[in-house]
């Protein structure tokens, strides 16, 4: 299968890196490989789409030629490569030798639970909502067209949303010639999101044992359990943003090329990759911006303003080909009009309405599996708290296309999952941190780390609607916490007694999330058909899906019209893009997007969502609907 090149490619641009430059350690070694492996990706899947060349053929000989170029560096380097592989292994056992008993417990749960997240990823197909309507139905017209470029649709996220991990799942489903590994995207990046806190968590002084806390804080977060077997971005992007902050430390002590390099890179990519980057990001840009021109004055060095502007040109360069395309189409790089933005802005902003972000959105981690009252007694509070400060809670200006608030109501659904444990324990550690502050123990990356989540957490909420799926989006957040929340259980021994008191409900809470997935659950419905598996989570489209799909392969059709909501599901019926020729062709598209190039091509049916006629008349042609019963979708041939 041509998706093993992607991995001989990794490894060898981890070899070729660990003999040729001087990187302090496995794991930044290992994050450096991600991130240029990451790079790779954006440039190949660049070229191969101005050239119309996306491809299996153009990819597959794209990486086989990297990955041969690298295997002959090693091999021209071949005492070198054996020495490092030698001291890696070495390394390793060592690591391995000096773990305790709580050691090996906390690593051996950790395991069996990213096990169960990977084979989940494996088992099941791409099923979330985003991931019907735009993740993955992006996908299928980028393949079709071989090109990126941007097209008429009803769902123009699938244009102007950041498209870095989709471009990673594109090039696994072209290579693999399925979407049977799409979901593992997210599952690598966690690992490497796990390394990434690690190195954090080293950087703060901590010994072994606080870098394995550090794992089980990680894997048992239920947004991110939920996530790291799906087709999601929200792992993806908390590891590049984790990582912008990894090198921003770093370079604190080590102002070199190299991290400014890193910088450029973990940015360039983040944005890329979801929009929360542009919350995220901006504190942690904001405290790079402090060292470099702290380093200016101390040193009157202008290296490091040359480095500094690396690291933006590399950061453009890496959004060039996404910014060129929005602003061609709308005149504007986010490719967002005025009414798409103000659907996700607050509209209206106070220091009353901002507390009351924040407590709505804290409100969301108070749901407990299996335990009803611990959200219905957090919604009274929360109502009740807003009723004696005036305000109205569902205030349309705030709330997302004027939903009524409610917290913790998606308890087992990765779109909205409470992470009640790791926020209990966030709190704690908030007020730790202060209090120790005010005692005199002021360890300055703390206190930086601690600043970073203040303002991320304050912005995000000053900045975005109220959304019932906020605590999918706020992943970053809980990741970032973690080495902070290392650190207290470090110098607070009662802290650190809860920890431990608590470790094994947080451990039996995470298994309990994995087998009660909404999208992905352990039971029966791993053993059902492939294709019944895409409607897990909202089982009342399979019939219909199912019927129109079969009838389009059964007919040959390869040029499909569509005519969809804005939140309709597309993706279920080109699932076979990757191993045959289908094409999504919007029609009738009344949006910003009809002023793309369209596709000529002649429509051989029509599926809608929208329209239940006996008939659609389209450029000379009539199509009879042939399934007018149906309640939810229709095929006219």
């Known amino acids: 299968?041509?998706?093993?090149?992607?991995?001989?490619?990794?490894?060898?641009?981890?070899?070729?890196?660990?003999?040729?430059?001087?990187?302090?350690?496995?794991?930044?070694?290992l994050i450096i490989s991600a991130l240029s492996f990451s790079a790779i990706v954006v440039f190949l899947t660049e070229i191969s789409s101005l050239l119309h060349r996306l491809n299996y053929q153009f990819?597959?000989?794209?990486?086989?030629?990297?990955?041969?170029?690298?295997?002959?560096?090693?091999?021209?380097?071949?005492?070198?490569?054996?020495?490092?592989?030698?001291?890696?292994?070495?390394?390793?056992?060592?690591?391995?030798?000096?773990?305790?008993?709580?050691?090996?417990?906390?690593?051996?749960?950790?395991?069996i639970i990213l096990l169960l997240i990977f084979v989940a990823a494996l088992v099941y197909p791409s099923n979330n909502w985003d991931s019907m309507t735009y993740h993955m139905a992006r996908i299928t017209s980028w393949v079709s067209h071989q090109s990126l470029a941007h097209y008429p649709t009803d769902i123009t996220r699938q244009l102007y949303q950041p498209p870095f991990a989709e471009l990673v799942i594109m090039n696994f489903g072209i290579l693999s010639r399925s979407d049977n590994f799409s979901n593992t995207v997210q599952f690598i990046f966690l690992l490497f999101t796990i390394i990434t806190i690690i190195s954090i968590v080293e950087l703060l002084g901590l010994n072994r044992t606080y870098k394995i806390i550090a794992i089980v804080l990680a894997v048992t977060i239920p947004e991110v359990i939920l996530q790291g077997s799906s087709t999601q971005n929200d792992i993806v992007v908390a590891f590049f943003i984790l990582t912008s902050l990894l090198f921003t430390i770093k370079s604190i002590k080590e102002p070199c090329l190299k991290n400014y390099v890193v910088i450029g890179l973990c940015t360039g990519l983040g944005l890329l990759t979801k929009g929360t980057a542009y919350i995220y990001l901006p504190p942690i840009l904001l405290l790079f911006g402090i060292i470099v021109l702290k380093q200016l004055i101390k040193n009157r060095n202008y290296h490091y303003l040359w480095?500094?502007?690396?690291?933006?040109?590399?950061?453009?360069?890496?959004?060039?080909?996404?910014?060129?395309?929005?602003?061609?189409?709308?005149?504007?790089?986010?490719?967002?009009?005025?009414?798409?933005?103000?659907?996700?802005?607050?509209?209206?902003?106070?220091?009353?309405?901002?507390?009351?972000?924040?407590?709505?959105?804290?409100?969301?981690?108070?749901?407990?599996?299996?335990?009803?009252?611990?959200?219905t007694f957090s919604d009274k509070v929360i109502y009740k708290l807003h009723d004696a400060m005036g305000i109205d809670i569902n205030y349309t200006t705030v709330n997302y296309r004027d939903l009524k608030y409610s917290a913790g109501t998606l308890i087992t659904d990765e779109n909205g999952a409470s992470n009640p444990f790791h926020f209990l324990l966030i709190a704690a550690v908030m007020f730790l941190v202060v209090y120790n502050f005010l005692k005199g123990r002021r360890d300055i990356k703390v206190i930086l780390l601690f600043l970073i989540i203040l303002l991320q957490g304050l912005f995000f909420c000053y900045y975005l609607r109220w959304q019932p799926w906020h605590s999918r989006l706020q992943i970053p957040l809980f990741l970032i916490a973690i080495p902070i929340i290392?650190?207290?259980?470090?110098?607070?021994?009662?802290?650190?007694?809860?920890?431990?008191?608590?470790?094994?409900?947080?451990l039996i809470y995470a298994l309990l999330v994995i087998f009660h997935s909404t999208q992905r659950p352990y039971s029966k419905q791993m053993f059902a058909k492939r294709y019944a598996k895409y409607f897990t989570g909202n089982i009342t489209l399979c019939d219909e899906y199912t019927g129109i799909t079969e009838s389009m392969?059964?007919?040959?059709?390869?040029?499909?019209?569509?005519?969809?909501?804005?939140?309709?599901?597309?993706?279920?019926?080109?699932?076979?893009?990757?191993?045959?020729?289908?094409?999504?062709?919007?029609?009738?598209?009344?949006?910003?997007?009809?002023a793309a190039p369209s596709v000529q091509v002649n429509i051989d049916c029509i599926v809608s969502t929208t329209v239940?006629?006996?008939?659609?008349?389209?450029?000379?042609?009539?199509?009879?609907?042939?399934?007018?019963?149906?309640?939810?979708?229709?095929?006219?041939?």
């Open 59 to 111: 990819l597959l000989a794209g990486w086989s030629l990297l990955t041969v170029a690298l295997i002959i560096y090693l091999y021209l380097n071949n005492q070198k490569t054996r020495d490092f592989t030698t001291n890696l292994w070495v390394d390793i056992e060592k690591k391995l030798a000096y773990l305790t008993k709580t050691d090996k417990i906390f690593l051996t749960a950790s395991g």
């Open 307 to 375: 480095y500094a502007l690396v690291a933006m040109v590399i950061t453009i360069g890496l959004n060039a080909g996404h910014f060129s395309r929005n602003y061609k189409l709308t005149h504007n790089i986010l490719g967002t009009d005025q009414a798409e933005s103000k659907l996700y802005a607050n509209q209206k902003m106070s220091p009353t309405l901002l507390f009351s972000s924040v407590i709505k959105n804290a409100g969301l981690h108070t749901g407990v599996m299996f335990i009803k009252p611990a959200a």
């Open 1 to 29: 299968m041509g998706i093993i090149i992607l991995l001989f490619c990794f490894i060898s641009i981890f070899l070729s890196l660990g003999i040729s430059t001087k990187i302090s350690g496995t794991k930044e070694l």
């Open 486 to 506: 290392c650190y207290c259980i470090n110098i607070n021994s009662g802290f650190r007694k809860i920890f431990y008191w608590l470790s094994p409900a947080i």
């Open 553 to 594: 392969q059964k007919s040959g059709y390869k040029n499909i019209g569509l005519i969809l909501g804005i939140d309709d599901w597309e993706y279920p019926f080109f699932t076979q893009c990757f191993s045959r020729q289908i094409n999504p062709v919007y029609i009738n598209v009344d949006n910003f997007s009809k």
């Open 612 to 637: 239940n006629k006996a008939f659609i008349d389209y450029k000379g042609r009539r199509y009879a609907n042939k399934l007018a019963r149906n309640k939810i979708v229709w095929l006219y041939e």
